[in-house]
């Protein structure tokens, strides 16, 4: 039987450029990294720490625990380590198992080739020491395992995740070109909102950000939203430990009887969405949804919250030229509009963030997707002249 008071490396995997917000997630958990790379970090800890790790993080992607290390340089020298490792005390008998992986070797030309060796080796072994087996295939909502193999260093982990974390669960209904989870909470964790004062997302399609938001204020954390997941699946799962971790997350959630975010879009059917999808996630009578174009969006005036537009980018030349003057517009509302604000623009088209016409005080890198993005943080005194450049 698996222990899952074992100390093992563990690697929590995110999208690239998350790896700063990620970090910031788990040393408020109470975790020591030990190394932060571009699409992760590296801590120790055990199967327990992975489950309230998966409960807890909003940036993550998967939570892997290493089950081995080793030197590797053939298929066939991946196949008799596998073999090798226990997996009777990890997968039932009549279990069901996936392999997924991240190879860079010169011996393989298609990682599907290696993830059937991990296959075959953990198979053969049941075979000959039960003359039966487990099932596998590719479906990611049983026991997942995880092969890193990159020139001739190699690694066998539990995907404690299985499906990605990634998505937070409560979307029921996505919208157009919707941001993902994990990325709108890491641009939120960039800011500088303190949680408690207005937050604006006006352009908010189905309102990811503002929902990501009322979540952040209130301490509701992603474990909330879903109740499956790779580590239910390992032997030794301690069920009694997992509901005491998902008590914890009901009873840090928090109420900001003041708190105010407004989300506004001029698409009615953009509206209706963000409120299904704010109900699935509890925070629907903490939002203020406005069907309206983006000027029109009320800002509570005498505050200093954040108001953050997350506009297109314009993926062909006539939608640019297009957009041209929504960027304008936009930098017209932050300045005339937004006073005593922090205004954020989150755009993956630089040469239409220079419309915006006021000089960001910062430009943080993101991508989303295969897309070189930035989250530019505009200071919104009394009287700001426009520009021509964002820096």
Known sequence: MQSFNKPS??????????????????????FKIKRNFTT?????????DCIQLNLNLRC??????????????????LYETVSQIQWES??????????TSNVDNITINNSLFANVKVKD?????????????????SELNKTVINLFWKNEEAEIFIDTSG????????????????MLESLAAATLLATKWDRKSPFINPMCGSSTLAIEAALLATNRRPGLFRDYYGFMHILGFDNLFYEKEKQKLLAQVKNVPELKIIASDISEDAINISKINAGAAGVADLIDFEICDFEETKVPENESGIVFFNPE???????????????????DFLKKKCKGYT???????FNLAKKIGLKAKRKIEFYTSKIDCRLLEYELYSGTKRIDKIS
């Open 121 to 137: 080796a953990i198979v053969d072994r049941f075979r000959d020491k039960f003359n039966e087996r487990p099932d596998s295939g």
């Open 90 to 99: 990890i997968i039932e008998k009549d279990g069901y198992f996936s392999i």
């Open 40 to 48: 992760g970090i590296e801590l120790n800890g055990t199967l327990n």
């Open 60 to 77: 993550a992607s998967q939570v892997l625990y290493s089950l081995k290390s080793f030197s590797c340089s053939t298929p066939d020298q």
């Open 9 to 30: 490396r563990i690697i929590i995997t995110c999208s690239k450029r998350l790896s700063p917000f990620l970090q910031q997630e788990v040393i408020e958990l109470g």
């Open 163 to 178: 499906e990605t974390l990634s998505k937070h669960g409560y979307r029921k209904i996505p919208g157009k070109a919707p």
């Open 343 to 349: 205004g954020y623009v989150f755009t993956g088209n």
């Open 313 to 331: 980018y314009g993926e062909r030349l006539g939608d640019e030229i297009e957009l041209e003057e929504t960027y304008a517009r936009i930098g």
